[in-house]
C-alpha cells in the first residue's frame, strides 16, 4: 500500500492458502476502506506481459492482489495441464519490484472447499459458472469445449475472494475478456483490458512461448504479420471479410508449418461474424494457429487503438 511500507523495496506477501488470502484482502477493506484494491488473476509461468499488468495495476491502486494458480477446470487437454509450468516462489520472485504487494495460490479443493473433490474427475462436480454469449461465438470456444466455463467459474470465485475494485486481463486473449466482462456484469470489480505485450519481432508473450526454440519463435512472429496485413488491407479501403481472412491466411500460408486453426474477423464487443461489408470501427481480427505443436492465439483491431492493441 502506498506509503505504509518501510523500504522502497516492496516484497510481496506470499499467501498459500486463498480462505488466508480472502481474509487478509478482507482485513485490508475492513481496517482501510479506502484502499483501492487492484487485481490480476494469473497461471502463473509469469512473463513480461503479466507483470504488465501488475504494473498498471500498482500504478492504479493502493493494493495489488496476484492469485497464481494453474486452474484445471478451463484445460480440456490433459497433457497440456500436465505441461504447464508451475514455481509459485520463482513467480513470487519474479513479482517483486513490480508492484505486488500479496501473491496467492491454493490447490482445486481449497478454491471450492463446499465440493468433495476427490476421485478420478473430481472436477466434474464443480457447478459452472455461466461464461456469457462471447463464449459461445466459436473460435476458443468451439477449439477448446468447455474452457470457458472452465475460466469463468474460477474467475468468479477468485472475485468473490479478493473483492477487488478493478481487475486486469491482457488483450491477447481478447475473447477471454469478454467473457470475464459478463462475469463482472456490471458491478465491481471494473474490468481493464491492457495491451498485448510483444516482443520485437511482434510476437505476442505467451507462457506458451517458452515452448518454442529462438528460430520457432521468429517463425512464430507470422502471426502477427498476418493481423497486420488485415489492419493494412482495411486501411487500404477492403471491407469484405471473407477477403480480409484470405489476407491473413495467404500471410499464414506463407510460413511452413503452421497449421491454421481459425483466421478470423469479428465484431470486438460481441465476437458476431459480420454478413455484409466489416464497419468502419469495432472489427477485430483474431488468430489461432499451431506451430511446432505450440498452440499460439493474438488479435488486432482493425483500426490501431492504444487502449486495447
Ligand atoms: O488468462 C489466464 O491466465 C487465465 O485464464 C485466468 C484468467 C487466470 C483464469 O485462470
Redesign the pocket.
Known amino acids: 500500500m502506498r506509503g505504509l511500507r518501510p523500504t522502497n523495496r516492496p516484497d510481496v506477501e506470499r499467501i498459500e492458502s486463498p480462505i488466508a488470502a480472502a481474509e487478509r484482502c478482507r482485513t485490508v477493506r475492513d481496517t482501510s476502506p479506502s484502499t483501492r484494491i487492484g487485481f490480476v ?3 502463473g509461468a509469469l512473463h513480461e506481459g503479466h507483470l504488465a499488468l501488475v504494473r498498471r495495476a500498482a500504478a492504479e491502486n493502493d493494493l495489488v492482489v496476484v ?1 497464481i ?3 484445471p477446470l ?1 484445460f480440456d487437454d490433459a497433457r497440456d495441464l500436465a505441461a504447464y509450468h508451475r514455481d509459485f516462489d520463482g513467480d513470487c520472485a519474479l513479482l517483486e519490484g513490480a508492484g505486488a504487494h500479496i501473491a496467492f495460490t491454493g490447490g482445486l479443493d481449497e478454491f471450492f472447499p463446499e465440493y468433495d473433490l476427490y476421485g478420478p474427475s473430481g472436477t466434474d462436480v464443480i457447478e459452472a459458472v455461466d461464461p456469457g454469449p462471447a463464449a459461445r461465438a466459436g473460435l476458443e470456444g468451439d477449439v477448446r469445449p468447455g474452457h470457458f466455463e ?2 469463468a467459474t ?2 468468479r470465485r ?1 472475485f468473490d475472494l479478493v473483492r477487488p475494485h478493478v481487475a486486469y ?2 488483450a491477447k ?1 481478447w475473447q ?1 475478456t469478454l467473457v ?1 466482462r459478463h462475469v463482472a456484469g456490471s458491478g465491481e470489480p471494473s474490468i481493464v483490458v491492457v495491451p498485448t505485450d510483444r516482443e520485437a519481432s511482434g510476437l505476442a508473450r505467451s507462457s506458451r512461448n517458452a515452448r518454442l526454440s529462438p528460430a520457432q519463435r521468429e517463425h512464430a512472429a507470422v502471426v502477427h504479420r498476418a493481423l497486420l496485413a488485415a489492419r493494412e488491407a482495411f486501411a487500404g479501403g477492403e471491407r469484405d471479410p471473407v477477403a480480409l481472412e484470405g489476407r491473413m491466411r495467404a500471410v499464414l500460408d506463407r510460413e511452413d508449418g503452421t497449421e491454421i486453426e481459425y483466421a478470423a474477423l469479428r465484431d470486438a464487443r460481441t465476437l458476431a461474424t459480420f454478413d455484409g461489408p466489416v464497419p468502419d470501427d469495432g472489427a477485430r481480427a483474431l488468430v489461432a494457429v499451431r506451430l511446432a505443436g505450440v498452440r499460439l492465439i493474438d488479435n488486432l483491431g482493425l483500426v490501431p487503438d492504444e487502449e486495447s492493441e
Open positions: 488473476p494469473t497461471m492469485s494458480f494453474v486452474n478451463q472452465g475460466v474460477i474467475v477468485l486481463f491482457g486473449d477471454q470475464v
